[in-house]
Every structure is written in C-alpha cells, then in structure tokens.
C-alpha cells in the first residue's frame, strides 16, 4: 500500500494490487465455491485514534471474476449474474468501521453489483489488519 498523509492522526493507504486480493465464498449446493477479482482499485482512510472515522472504497472490473473454471466464469459474467456487458463494475463503499479487537475491524459496506435480479446493498467484512509497510520501491 502506498501511504499520504492526510490529517493528523489520518493516513490515506492505496490499495496495492501486487500484495492483496479480492476473494469470495459462495455456498453452492454442498460445497463452498472460492473466487478472486483479479482487477481492482481502492483506498482505506484509516484514523488510528478514531476508527470509526475510517473508510474503505474498492472499485472491482466484473469481468475479471475467477473461479478457476472457465465454464462458471463465463456464466458468471453472463446477464444471469454479474451481467458484465451492461453493469462492468462493482463498487463497495464503507459506511461504518468498528474496531473489534488491536487488529481486528468490522467493516459495513454498500456494495453496487449488479447480481441477476437487481442490485446487493449491504456487505459486512471481519480483517485483520495486517499493518502497513513501506514498499522498497515506493517513493518517499
């Protein structure tokens, strides 16, 4: 993540695609089915001493969806899902984030996907906050 301060006590991190991922879960008749987004932008303002001020913002390409199967990535793009053609990106923007424990956060979000029969609303992410590092190859 590449980091600006902000405001004091207020840093703004970008998103860096080379060391994190957008994955999912999805329960599937009897099994679990795993999923990434391999395109995808975002920022988290985090204010350590006021996490509640926080806020995370992803933009994710809906066509870069993949499950490792090619078959079920395809209809996933298709218009009885993600409906890639019309509705190219899905958007998640936090509303709430709640410090649960020294690196553990709630994060509640509006999410704008479009899923086959209309648009998701609500989302709620539990992560571990894993710090930040400046990267060798990052400008000061």
């Given at each position: 993540?590449?980091?600006?301060?902000?405001a004091?006590?207020?840093?703004?991190?970008?998103i860096?695609?080379?060391?994190?991922?957008?994955?999912?879960?999805?329960?599937?008749?009897?099994?679990?089915?795993?999923?990434?987004?391999?395109d995808?932008?975002?920022?988290?303002?985090?204010?350590?001493?006021h996490?509640?001020?926080?806020?995370?913002?992803?933009?994710?390409?809906?066509?870069?969806?993949?499950?490792?199967?090619?078959?079920?990535?395809?209809?996933?793009?298709?218009?009885?899902?993600?409906?890639?053609?019309?509705?190219?990106?899905?958007?998640?923007?936090s509303s709430r984030?709640?410090?649960?424990?020294?690196?553990?956060?709630?994060?509640?979000?509006?999410?704008?996907?479009?899923?086959?029969?209309?648009?998701?609303?609500?989302?709620?992410?539990?992560?571990?906050?894993?710090?930040a590092?400046?990267?060798?190859?990052?400008?000061?």
């Open positions: 993540m590449t980091v600006t301060q902000e004091v006590g207020t840093k703004l991190y970008t860096d695609k080379a060391h994190s991922e957008v994955g999912f879960q999805v329960r599937h008749l009897l099994t679990k089915v795993r999923g990434r987004f391999s995808f932008a975002g920022t988290i303002q985090l204010d350590e001493q996490p509640e001020n926080s806020s995370v913002s992803l933009t994710i390409d809906a066509s870069s969806v993949d499950t490792d199967t090619i078959d079920r990535d395809q209809h996933l793009r298709s218009a009885d899902f993600f409906a890639v053609d019309t509705h190219p990106t899905l958007t998640f923007r984030v709640v410090r649960k424990s020294a690196d553990t956060y709630d994060v509640l979000a509006y999410a704008s996907a479009w899923i086959s029969s209309g648009w998701t609303v609500l989302v709620c992410a539990r992560r571990a906050c894993q710090g590092r400046r990267l060798p190859s990052a400008s000061p």
